[in-house]
């Protein structure tokens, strides 16, 4: 099993824009193969750090979940609506494997 931890830079005036963007990966991510674990938006500290996490169960598995959510129209269409608003300034991915098993 791998975490996917999306690190996201947002623009602090624009987290109701993040923060729907969050709820329509909470419905796309799962029915394309990913165990979303959540998305969260800042709220103490850091005004413009956010995150997404979700597993999935191989780097294989990843690359075809990319391919379908790819593929889904809500997800393209968030992909879009994440262009228009401009309210990512930047994010990365890093991968983790559980240590305390």
Avoid at 45 to 70: F, H, M, Q
Avoid at 76 to 89: H, L, P, T, V
């Amino acid at each position: 099993m791998l975490t996917c931890v999306i690190r996201y830079d947002i623009d602090p005036t624009k987290r109701a824009q993040f923060e729907h963007y969050a709820r329509t990966w909470g419905e796309c991510i799962p029915r394309n193969g990913a165990d979303l674990l959540g998305y969260f938006s800042p709220r103490e500290g850091s005004s413009t750090l956010a995150y997404g996490i979700y597993n999935v169960d191989s780097l294989a598995a990843y690359e075809a979940y990319r391919a379908r959510l790819a593929a889904d129209p809500l997800g393209r269409q968030n992909y879009e609506f994440a262009m228009a608003e401009k309210f990512i300034r930047s994010e990365d991915r890093t991968w983790l494997t559980r240590a305390d098993r």
